[in-house]
C-alpha cells in the first residue's frame, strides 16, 4: 500500500486484502493520546489511501465508545 494508486481502481480482491492494513493503520493512529498527534499521524498516510484511513478510524472511534 504505497497510495500511489487509486483503491477504488483496484480489483475488490485487492480492496479486500487492503482493509486488513487499512485496520491497522486505523489502530496505529488511534494509539496517539492526543488529538494533534493523530491528526498528524492521519495527514502522513498517503492521499490516496488517506480517506480511508480517516474513515477506518471514524468507525472505529464510534465502537470505542
Not at 483496484?10 to 493523530?38: G, L, N, V, W
Amino acid at each position: 500500500m504505497n497510495g500511489k494508486e487509486r483503491l477504488e481502481d483496484q480489483h475488490p480482491s485487492i480492496q479486500s486484502c487492503c482493509t486488513f492494513y487499512i485496520y491497522r493503520e486505523a489502530k496505529r493512529i488511534m494509539r496517539h493520546k492526543a488529538k494533534i498527534d493523530r491528526i498528524d499521524a492521519l495527514n502522513k498516510v498517503p492521499e490516496l489511501l488517506r480517506p480511508h484511513v480517516k474513515k477506518e478510524v471514524e468507525r472505529l472511534w464510534l465502537l470505542d465508545k
